[in-house]
Every structure is written in structure tokens, then in C-alpha cells.
């Protein structure tokens, strides 16, 4: 609630806030900056906008961009990119990022299917158990823009019978903790959420301060190959 974290600030209860899971340009945010109280926003803004407001991004364009790479590197030529059409810069910065490889790699990349599963994974089991059902040419590669979606993918891969990574290679994003134990282990991007937390703490200290603070941060995130990427078969091959 916007107006008892306004509350507490005003009444100097507290000093300064760290604010996540806003959507970016979210209006209450905005007027609450307005007031100079100082404010670290997480994953929310592209740049600070005010001297009393500084921003701690992690690098998802960039890494979103890595991950489809990682596909055209095993020669994954059909790619289907299960993303999320929130007004959430994560999942803004995700779309923007396999819409830029897209072009990037379009001479190695023969289709690139985007679907919307709300970073939700039972939305992900679903509409990839449709997309692989149906007759014809199939997606090799997977990226996910989260790991729960990735997962719903593998489960309803495993269900209509496909091996994971011997007939579809998936990529996750974020390297949630069940990652590593799933079966195969999941290949993903890791996002350092320690470190996140400690630019933002120091951050919001220099702004309280009345330090000069760096009042935008990109933290980069991690490529972590286990074991759901592999060469790309031809359709042909495929189950």
C-alpha cells in the first residue's frame, strides 16, 4: 500500500525505502518520488528520474539476447520464446531483448514463435502441449523468460514423449533454487538476487545521506548451463 509506506515516511518512522514489484511508471510511485523522499526502484524504471531516486536494473536485454544466442549456437534454427506481456520492465526488457536477436540472428534463424504465458508455468504446460500436438515443422529450442514457465514447458514436453535435450533444448531465467534438483537440471540464467539486494541497501544509504550516489545500476546476470541444452536435431529426427 502506497499510502502507509507515504505514511511512514512522512513521519520519518523510516528514512528512505526500497520499492519492488511495481509496474514500471506506475503513477503512485511517481507522486511519491514528487515528495524527495528517497527511493531505490528495482526492476521498475529504465533510468532515475529525480536526484532523489536511484535504480538497480539486472541486465535482462542483454541476457535475454545471450540466451537466444546460446540457441543459434547449437544450432537451434526454430525457436519458440515463452514470454510474458506484463508492463513489468523485466518482462519489457525480456520481449525487447529476443526481439532484438531476433534480427540480430535472423540469417541462422528460420522462425521464432512468441507466446504469452504471464510468467505463469501452468499457462506454459498448456500452450506448449497445443504448439507441440499439432502436425508439421516444431519449435528444437525454448527460451523462457522465467523458470517456473520453463518448467511447465519440460512437464508437458515429457508428457507428449519428447526427450529434453536430445529432441527440444530449453533455457530458463532467474535459476529459482528447485532449478538445479529438476530432472534433466535446468539450464537458465542466474540472477544474483545477494547482489541486488546489496546495491539497492547501499544505494538507498548515500541517497538518505545526501551522498552522491550512482543512481543507475545494471547487475549483470549469470549463464548457467546444466542440462536441458543440447544440439539442435532436424525436424526430421524428431519425435
Do not use: W
Not at 33 to 43: F, H, I, Q, R
Not at 165 to 174: A, C, N, T, Y
Amino acid at each position: 500500500e502506497i499510502r502507509e509506506i507515504d505514511h511512514m515516511l512522512a513521519s520519518q518512522m523510516v528514512s528512505g525505502a526500497i520499492l519492488l514489484g511495481y509496474d514500471s511508471g506506475n503513477k503512485n510511485i511517481l507522486a511519491l518520488a514528487e515528495k524527495d523522499y528517497p527511493l531505490v526502484l528495482v526492476n521498475q524504471e529504465r533510468d532515475s528520474f529525480r536526484q532523489n531516486v536511484a535504480v538497480v536494473n539486472m541486465d535482462d536485454q542483454a541476457s535475454a539476447i545471450f540466451a537466444i544466442a546460446k540457441l543459434v549456437q547449437y544450432g537451434h534454427r526454430d525457436i519458440l520464446y515463452i514470454g510474458c506481456g506484463r508492463h513489468r520492465l523485466p518482462a519489457m526488457h525480456r520481449n525487447e531483448g529476443v526481439a532484438s536477436a531476433k534480427v540480430k540472428f535472423q540469417e541462422h534463424i528460420d522462425s521464432l514463435v512468441e507466446i504469452d504465458c504471464n510468467f505463469d508455468e501452468n499457462t506454459a504446460y498448456k500452450k506448449t502441449k497445443e504448439i507441440f500436438s499439432k502436425e508439421g515443422k516444431k519449435p528444437t529450442g525454448i527460451f523462457a523468460a522465467n523458470d517456473l514457465m520453463a518448467i511447465g514447458a519440460m512437464n508437458a514436453l515429457k508428457d507428449l514423449g519428447y526427450r529434453i535435450p536430445e529432441d527440444i533444448s530449453i533455457i530458463g531465467f532467474d535459476d529459482i533454487s528447485i532449478s538445479r534438483y529438476l530432472t534433466p537440471k535446468l539450464t537458465t540464467m542466474h540472477c544474483d538476487f545477494r547482489k541486488i539486494a546489496s546495491e539497492c541497501v547501499g544505494s538507498v544509504i548515500s541517497l538518505i545521506d545526501g551522498e552522491e550516489a550512482e543512481r543507475h545500476k545494471e547487475i549483470p546476470v549469470q549463464f548457467v548451463e546444466r542440462e536441458t541444452l543440447g544440439y539442435a536435431k532436424t525436424n526430421s529426427d524428431q519425435h
